[in-house]
Every structure is written in C-alpha cells, then in structure tokens.
C-alpha cells in the first residue's frame, strides 16, 4: 500500500477498529441507525433542502420524497429485520457427514468504500451507508463534488453522528476518488456513470476487492395501444421530468405504437402544462441542470439531433444563466444522434415508433441491457412476452420508478448498468460474506477413511458412493 496516499491513516484507523465494529450487537447497529435517521427527519432536515436547492434548485417537497424519505424508509426497514438478518441460517448436512452441523454466517466484509453521485446525493450516499452499517462495516464515504453545498453538510452530518475510525466522509475531486480506489477496501459500492464504473471495478482488481456497481444506461418505455394513454403519460411525466431528468432510472426513450403518437405528443404537452405551468421555468416545481457542462453537454446532444432533421415535438427552450432546460419531447431522431447513443440523463425524452411488438423488442435487445424497462399495456401476453425476451436490472409495468421504493425487491442493473444489488436484505449481502461454518460433534465417517486404504475401506467407499 501506498504511504504517502493521503487517506492511509484514516483507512488504517477503520481496519484496525473493524472487528470491534463487525462484533457489535444488533441492538448497537440499531442504535446507530436511529441517530442517522433523527438527523435526517429532523435536526438537518431544513438544512438538507436548503442545500439541494442551493445545488441545482431541487423543490423542498422533491428533496422529502425523493432524497430523505427513501433514506428513512430504508433505515425502518432495516430495524425491523435485522435481528433476523443477523441470526446464522442452519444449512442440512448430508449423511456422509453424519455427525456435524452447518451453518451460514453474515459476517462483515471489513472497511468498505462508498462513491456517491450528485443527481440525488442525500439518498445515493446514505442507503448504502445503511447497509454498511447494518452489515457491520467500517466506512469511508466520497460524494460527488458537483453537489458542494450538500457534500459540505453530510460531512458535517457525519462527523457529528459518527467517529471517524468508524465512518468519516472525505470532501474533494476527482484526484481524491483516484487515492481512495488506491486502498486496498474489502468492498466498494459504487454509484454512477458506466464509463466511471468501469474504472472503478479496474481499480478493485489491483486488490480483488468486492464490488456493487449501480450504474446506468439507456431505459425503455413501451407503450402498446392496450394501455390507457391519458394515465400513461402523466405517469412518463413525472418520472421523466423529476429532478428534471437526472435519474439513473428514469425513462431514457419511448418507443410507441405508431398509431398513438398524435395523441401522445398532445397528452404530453397538457401534461407538462399541468405540472409546470406553461412556463417551466417560473415553475417552484421543476430543478435545474447540475452545472454549466452538463448543461452544455445536453444542449449540444439536442442540437445534433435538430442538425439531422429531428423534429422537438414539445420544449427544447433553455436559459444558460439558469442551467435551464425545458422538459423536451424530440421524435424522428436517426440512430446516430447523440441523443439515441448516449445516456441523456436529463429533461429530453426521444420518442420512436413501432409497428409490432416484436421490432420494439427487437430494437431494446439491439442495445445494452438498460437498468431499468417500463412496460404500459394492459394485455397480459404482450407484458408477458416483453419481459420474457428482454434483459433488464428491473422492469415496472404501468407506472414509473416504483420498483425503487420497495424494499423487498433487489435493485440494481445487469453488465453495462451494474453489478450487485441494494435495498433491504440485498444491501445488506452485499456488506457482508456468507461463511460457512461446519462444526463436528462426533466420529465422522470421512476419519474411517484416512490412510491406509485398505480392501475395507475400499468397500466402504463404494458403498458411500452408491447410497450417499
């Protein structure tokens, strides 16, 4: 290990207090998690909206829903059943090892590494925090830099909940990621970009470290003429527009059946109008762009594809003082357009048609497996063939992002939007190891067969084959 990595002495301090974290009781881990959840409800409450909206001017009512609530939601889940989590699970044992016990323990993977993003910082920093804390871990944290005002106040969240030989969270840049992927972790969990995270997992190799990667990718919504399209595009708006675009699952692409695109680009205009006014930007109820490259990057993806003769159905209006951008509906946009190459992360929803199910299939299988696929159909068959020949990290039929809110469900991507899951008992696997435990409590017939092997034991061996 490097020395002069400017974060050895703090990694040193958790490994050498690990065990003593990793053998604290339910009880204290309980503990532990009721402080985070106060200061979050609570003591930094305001503070934390005030610090979002600072960042990129996130409503106060979309902080509370979409950053402290599902933190709070994560914490009760995690106090109702850890005791549960924690209790070794009792495994059978075959009968030609009569005479012993076996068992699984969830013991804690040791000093782990949790790299947040800006697009929801409270949220994306503190539930795998959670689940480290849940598992039994030491942890170091390291927010996005994108995001000052709200990294500046978790660090002072967590040096007042937490010691640092425990938890600590270090404020920087990109140099300050690239010394803490230095260090030899027992895991990282990693959230963002999958450009990023490959790095990451390249990073983990040099000390085989253990790696969650929640990544992202190009998310479909398909909608058939089934579905109830008034409900179905009100729902596309809100998961769309939401922290104006900047979900790693919200709906990346809209491939519609043709027949309905009339009637969706004008559903889609009164829905933009009913949430945001005719003036999104007047709007107390729409966030802006990160920061100016985000901004640009997302404004010149918009004008390569005006530039190759797509059409903006709906918006398309920015003002970069703000980092604004309208929420936008582009359609005819040809392949290579940024907008269908890339990620769009942002207020801009591309819409494609399709003549049957099976080419919008087709058209999804032709990509990346996305992290998440939106389903709006009320004919059971076609749900039914979707999901049966696509690859998603998760599918939601008939509405959008819910799959996040349910704790009972893995989240997470597959290859190119992730590796590992989070949320619940899953977030909880992740920060630890399951280790088998055999414990012998009497003669084992594996000790009648030691050397010599004699005519006897030969016999014995071939019964053991035979019948166990």
């Not at 323990?105 to 697009?119: A, D, F, R």
């Not at 404020?171 to 300050?176: H, M």
């Not at 010149?300 to 190759?308: F, T, V």
């Given at each position: 290990?490097?020395?002069?990595n400017?974060f050895?002495?703090?990694?040193q301090k958790q490994?050498?207090?690990?065990?003593k974290?990793?053998n604290?009781?339910?009880?204290?881990?309980?503990?532990?998690?009721?402080r985070?959840?106060d200061a979050?409800?609570?003591?930094?409450?305001q503070?934390i909206?005030e610090?979002l909206?600072?960042?990129f001017?996130?409503?106060?009512?979309?902080t509370?829903l979409?950053?402290i609530y599902?933190?709070?939601?994560e914490?009760?889940?995690?106090?109702?059943?850890?005791?549960?989590?924690?209790k070794?699970?009792k495994?059978?044992?075959?009968?030609?090892?009569?005479?012993?016990?076996s068992f699984i323990?969830?013991?804690?993977?040791?000093?782990?590494?949790?790299?947040?993003?800006?697009?929801y910082p409270i949220n994306?920093t503190?539930a795998?925090?959670?689940?480290?804390?849940?598992g039994?871990?030491?942890a170091?944290?390291?927010?996005?830099e994108?995001t000052?005002?709200?990294?500046k106040l978790?660090?002072?969240?967590?040096?007042?909940?937490?010691d640092e030989?425990?938890?600590a969270l270090?404020?920087?840049?990109?140099?300050?990621s690239?010394?803490?992927l230095?260090?030899?972790?027992?895991?990282?969990?990693f959230t963002?970009?999958?450009?990023?995270?490959?790095?990451v997992m390249?990073?983990?190799?040099?000390n085989?470290?253990?790696?969650?990667?929640?990544?992202?990718?190009?998310?479909p919504?398909?909608i058939?003429?089934?579905?109830?399209?008034?409900?179905?595009?009100?729902?596309?708006?809100?998961?769309?527009?939401?922290?104006?675009?900047q979900?790693?699952?919200?709906p990346?692409?809209?491939l519609?059946?043709e027949s309905?695109?009339?009637?969706?680009?004008?559903?889609?205009?009164?829905?933009v109008?009913?949430?945001y006014s005719?003036?999104?930007?007047?709007?107390d109820s729409?966030?802006?762009?990160?920061?100016?490259?985000?901004?640009?990057?997302?404004t010149?993806?918009?004008?390569?594809?005006?530039?190759?003769g797509?059409?903006?159905e709906s918006?398309?209006?920015?003002?970069?003082?703000?980092?604004y951008?309208?929420?936008?509906?582009?359609?005819?946009?040809p392949?290579?357009t940024?907008?269908?190459?890339?990620?769009i992360?942002?207020?801009?929803?591309?819409?494609?048609?399709?003549?049957?199910?099976?080419?919008a299939v087709?058209y999804?299988n032709?990509?990346?497996?996305?992290?998440?696929l939106y389903?709006?159909?009320k004919n059971?068959?076609t749900?039914?063939?979707?999901?049966?020949?696509t690859?998603?990290?998760s599918?939601c039929?008939?509405?959008?992002?819910?799959?996040?809110?349910?704790h009972?469900l893995?989240f997470?991507g597959?290859?190119?939007s992730?590796?590992?899951?989070?949320?619940?008992v899953?977030?909880?696997?992740?920060?630890?190891?399951?280790?088998?435990v055999?414990?012998?409590?009497?003669?084992?017939?594996v000790?009648?067969?030691?050397?010599?092997?004699?005519?006897w034991?030969?016999?014995?061996?071939?019964?053991?084959?035979?019948w166990?």
């Open positions: 290990m490097n020395t002069e400017p050895s002495e703090l990694f490994k050498a207090n690990q065990f974290i990793g604290t009781t339910y009880k204290e881990r309980i503990a532990k998690l009721k985070l959840q979050l409800e609570n003591t930094y409450k503070d909206r610090a909206f600072q960042d001017k996130k409503p106060f009512l979309e509370d979409t950053e599902p933190v709070i939601d914490i009760k889940f995690a106090i109702s059943n850890l005791k549960s989590w924690l070794p699970e495994v059978a044992t075959p009968v030609s090892l009569l005479g012993s016990s323990v969830n013991e804690p993977k040791g000093v782990c590494l949790i790299i947040s993003p800006w697009n994306l503190f795998p925090l959670v689940s480290a804390i849940v039994g871990n030491t170091i944290l390291k927010p996005s994108m000052p005002n709200t990294s978790m660090a002072k969240i967590v040096s007042e909940l937490f030989n425990e938890i270090v404020e920087g840049e990109v140099e300050t690239e010394a803490l230095e260090l030899p972790f027992n895991h990282i969990f963002g970009s999958p450009a990023v995270g490959k790095i390249k990073a983990a190799s040099k085989l470290t253990s790696v969650t990667l929640e990544l992202g990718g190009k998310s919504t398909i058939d003429d089934s579905s109830n399209l008034e409900k179905t595009v009100k729902k596309i708006v809100y998961g769309k527009f939401t922290n104006a675009g979900t790693c699952i919200a990346d692409y809209v519609l059946q309905l695109k009339p009637e969706f680009v004008a559903l889609f205009k009164q829905e109008n009913t949430f005719e003036n999104p930007e007047s709007s729409y966030s802006r762009i990160v920061n100016s490259k985000h901004f640009e990057r997302l010149k993806a918009l004008e390569d594809a005006k530039i190759k797509s059409i903006v918006g398309g209006d920015f003002n970069v003082s703000d980092c951008i309208e929420p936008t509906l582009v359609s005819n946009l392949e290579d940024t907008l269908m190459q890339e990620e992360f942002g207020p801009i929803l591309p819409l494609k048609t399709y003549k049957t199910i099976e080419e087709a999804v032709a990509n990346k497996k996305p992290l998440a389903i709006f159909s059971k068959k749900i039914d063939y979707i999901i049966e020949n690859r998603a990290g599918t039929v008939n509405h959008i992002l819910l799959q996040f809110l349910n009972n893995p997470g597959s290859n190119n992730g590796i590992g899951k989070s949320h619940g899953f977030g909880f696997r992740e920060f630890t190891n399951q280790r088998s055999l414990k012998q409590h009497t003669i084992s017939a000790d009648l067969l030691i050397p010599p092997y004699t005519n034991k030969k016999k014995l061996v071939n019964l053991t084959i035979k166990f």
